[in-house]
């Protein structure tokens, strides 16, 4: 039996037809910080697995946290409507990038920084 090899665009037809996990991006800048969002999900308002990086543009520290979308519920009681942002929680430290293009970072349920987006760029 002889096999032929696949022609190169029907190999390319081929993969573009295929489900591709691919993470969704976007990096913002605020006056203090440099922000990078990744969801690890296929399309779902209701991220659970999103990555935060965050380098403080003043003394350069960096911090990589894990944690979710926020969304508000239908008036279902059940299905998740209308995405507000993203909250990451470290101790007693909470970082929230919101969908209305500011980011505040609180501690102890105390506003210790709340900055407006002066770029973003998302995917």
């Known amino acids: 039996m002889k096999i032929h090899p696949m022609p190169p665009l029907a190999l390319a037809l081929l993969l573009l037809c295929l489900p591709i996990s691919m993470a969704s991006a976007a990096t913002i800048t605020t006056k203090s910080y ?3 969002i990744i969801e690890n999900c ?3 308002v209701a991220c659970q697995d999103v990555t935060f ?4 543009l003043e003394n350069g520290q960096r911090i990589r946290l894990k944690g979710q979308a926020v969304t508000s519920i239908c008036s279902d009681g059940v299905t998740p409507c209308h995405h507000q942002g993203y909250k990451f929680i470290d101790g007693n430290a909470t970082y929230f990038v919101s969908d209305d293009d500011w980011f505040e970072i609180s501690r102890n349920g105390k506003i210790v ?3 407006d987006f002066i770029s973003d760029d998302r995917d």
């Not at 990086?53 to 403080?56: E, G, I, S």
């Open 42 to 44: 296929e399309e779902d």
């Open 34 to 36: 440099k922000i990078t």
């Open 53 to 56: 990086t965050a380098k403080n």
């Open 113 to 115: 920084l709340h900055e």
